[in-house]
């Protein structure tokens, strides 16, 4: 999840939106995707989290906290983001793309976008983006101390949880 500081500051970014929609800045729910593993209708069977946390593991035990800058504010066909540069951040999905399975192929490896998720869009939903709000992300900067094995739930926001939190190196 994105750090509370970070959100506030996302929060002074306005959008005009037309159609049903929800604002992530206002939940628990706005984050990074480092690496979509699933995109499946039923959730996960316990030996194939325990597969995909133990191969995590390995890499995230010895990752050192991530120095990630905010750019831009892109608008994806299902989402509004905040766009992120940081080598270190595209250089561990990389590694996590080798040995974890791919929910969206097409969206990985050499075609990943870093990005922190704000506004999940539904399909009528018209959104425009505030000119300025890129002058408010250019101070935006942070450390990434911990990364979150998620399971998320699609139809039921509520149900989604933490299966695993990898603390960083410092």
């Given at each position: 999840m994105a750090p509370p500081e970070v959100i506030t500051q996302l929060r002074q970014i306005d959008f005009h939106a037309e159609?049903?929609?929800r604002d992530w800045r206002?939940?628990?729910y706005c984050h990074c995707?480092?690496?979509a593993i699933d995109m499946g209708v039923l959730p996960p069977s316990e030996t194939d989290l325990n597969l995909w946390e133990n191969k995590a593991r390995a890499i995230l035990n010895r990752q050192k906290q991530l120095n990630?800058?905010?750019?831009?504010i892109i608008q994806f066909p299902t989402a509004v983001v905040a766009k992120i540069t940081s080598e270190s951040l595209f250089s561990l999905h990389r590694e996590?793309?080798?040995?974890?399975p791919?929910?969206?192929?097409?969206?990985?490896?050499?075609?990943?976008i870093p990005h922190i998720s704000l506004i999940p869009l539904c399909k009528n939903t018209k959104i425009r983006i505030d000119e300025n709000c890129d002058k408010l992300l250019s101070n935006?900067?942070?450390?990434?101390?911990?990364?979150?094995?998620?399971?998320?739930n699609i139809k039921d926001w509520t149900k989604t949880q933490i299966v695993s939190r990898f603390k960083l190196e410092t």
């Amino acid at each position: 999840m994105a750090p509370p500081e970070v959100i506030t500051q996302l929060r002074q970014i306005d959008f005009h939106a037309e159609g049903e929609y929800r604002d992530w800045r206002n939940t628990e729910y706005c984050h990074c995707t480092v690496k979509a593993i699933d995109m499946g209708v039923l959730p996960p069977s316990e030996t194939d989290l325990n597969l995909w946390e133990n191969k995590a593991r390995a890499i995230l035990n010895r990752q050192k906290q991530l120095n990630i800058n905010l750019c831009s504010i892109i608008q994806f066909p299902t989402a509004v983001v905040a766009k992120i540069t940081s080598e270190s951040l595209f250089s561990l999905h990389r590694e996590l793309f080798k040995v974890l399975p791919s929910s969206q192929p097409s969206f990985e490896d050499a075609n990943y976008i870093p990005h922190i998720s704000l506004i999940p869009l539904c399909k009528n939903t018209k959104i425009r983006i505030d000119e300025n709000c890129d002058k408010l992300l250019s101070n935006i900067n942070f450390k990434v101390k911990e990364i979150q094995l998620v399971v998320w739930n699609i139809k039921d926001w509520t149900k989604t949880q933490i299966v695993s939190r990898f603390k960083l190196e410092t």
